[in-house]
């Protein structure tokens, strides 16, 4: 036996039911009480109704409750809050790809032929902290013993990439400026986004809020004009500004997952997982390129492969814009643009919604939120919607989706997991 | 005389002493910065310590201006962004580290390319490690 041996799912597996906490800070809420909404919403998301025993096992991908909340081993706990005990619970941890490897897990799980129905989601709960402390958090996913002591942040590895892009291929600020404009307007279509409004809303807002203190008007033409603003958008990591980066977030993600078999007894309308592919990669520092992320090729060959596909044949992809230099980044290493073109392709609008390639239509991580051990199985659940034509104002391709991605990617790169699902 | 352990914290203590050093591999001949007890690319335990010479170039940068917690408290911040990079070493690795000698309130006029060598001690500055002791931070400069 060879790693050369086309990999395959012994057992089809489909999500059968999907749902999500609204996305946002929540001081009032926990970890446990975000994810108990994902679940109510999941359950009211089955066509033909879910009795919660049915459920088997739960993978729960989350990051860091340990230093977000100061709650560790939440698995059980979140068993315990859904009235699923004693059935087996389990964290993943894969830093803010906690949640795709859940899904992963809970899907080989199922394949494995233990389980028929799994609960696979995921969780994070940021907002208690200062950002101060989330970015020492987040940055806790990186190399502490070689990348955090020469003063590196979860954004300045992002920006190094961006720096590196830009000498490489000529991509420009203005690039990742426009994929951030780009996934507000997808964002400000989706009632579950934590930034739901499109950057020429905020910039409108502004100028009405200098008025309104008899301040003199902002002198933005446009909403690039506004983003250029040193004031309006500062720099957190160069090139990488404010609009940028994804914002610190609370939030909950879960799916219910079935066997093929089984399917039919939950819905007719089964969103089928039928490509997974996992890797693991360096520090950046390490890395052949300073370019492109190594774990997300591996993960995405696995999973075309497994589905086989090419990448001419994804209808939509949910991709993992933490930062936007890193949604060029993904939108090469998926294969849909040739390396060095993705910031370009963008910016002449192939990845917006009823572009060439819709890329993100949820708003993805930068607009809807980024609630770190919940955004890969968030980015599942608007495949689901998406390809069950079901999302409404920011339904791609006239609710004919029949073949979809989603990329979720673990820190700087440390880990990626790619998933395709099929709506037969 | 024993090889000290192939450890950050013998990194950290070489780079003390005003050293910059990496790990070769007698099996297949790879250097590895920073330095491991287990060669990556074959798997042998048999490496020993090579001084590098602290002479390379930018090959990546960015200016940080929201600083993580030991740089915040050290004044770093939107006021006072500090730069970091990834440098590529005359041997051939490529390493982390922070970029002194440029202006890193203009980040958009640092080259990538830009010739830099390593300065020692660096800031002795750095986080805490797992003891509680601050770690030197590995320094270059344009
Ligand atoms: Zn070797």
Redesign the pocket.
Known sequence: MTLKRARRLSRGVAIVGAGMSKFGAFKEKSSRDLFVEAFAEMKGSVDKGLDAAEIESLYIGNFSSDLFEGQGHLAPIIADWLGLLPRPATRVEDACASSGVALRMGILAIASGLYDVVLAGGVEKMSNLPTERVTDTLAMASDALYEIPAGLTFPGIFAIMATAHMQRYGTQPEHFMRIAVKNHQNGALNPKAQLGSTIQQVMQSRVARAKERGQPAPPWRDEMDFLHDAQANPVVAWPMRLFDCSPISDGAACVLLAAADVASRFTDKPVHIIGSGQGSGPALHTSDELTSLSAAKVAARQAYEMAGVTPKDIKIAEVHDCFTIAEVVASEDLGFFAPGQGGFAAAEGATALHGERPINTSGGLKSKGHPVGASGVAQAIEVWKQMRGEAGARQARKGKVDVALTHNVGGTGGTCVVHIYERR | MAERAFTADSFYTYLREGKLMAAR??????LHLPPRPL??????L??SWVQLQGKGKLAAYTAIAVAPGFMAAQGYGRDKPYCTGIVELEEGPRISARIAGVDAAQPERIAIGTAVRIVFPGDPKGPGDQQGAAMPVLTFTA
């Open positions: 591999c007698a099996q297949c001949g790879a060669c990556n690319r074959c798997q042998s048999e490496l």
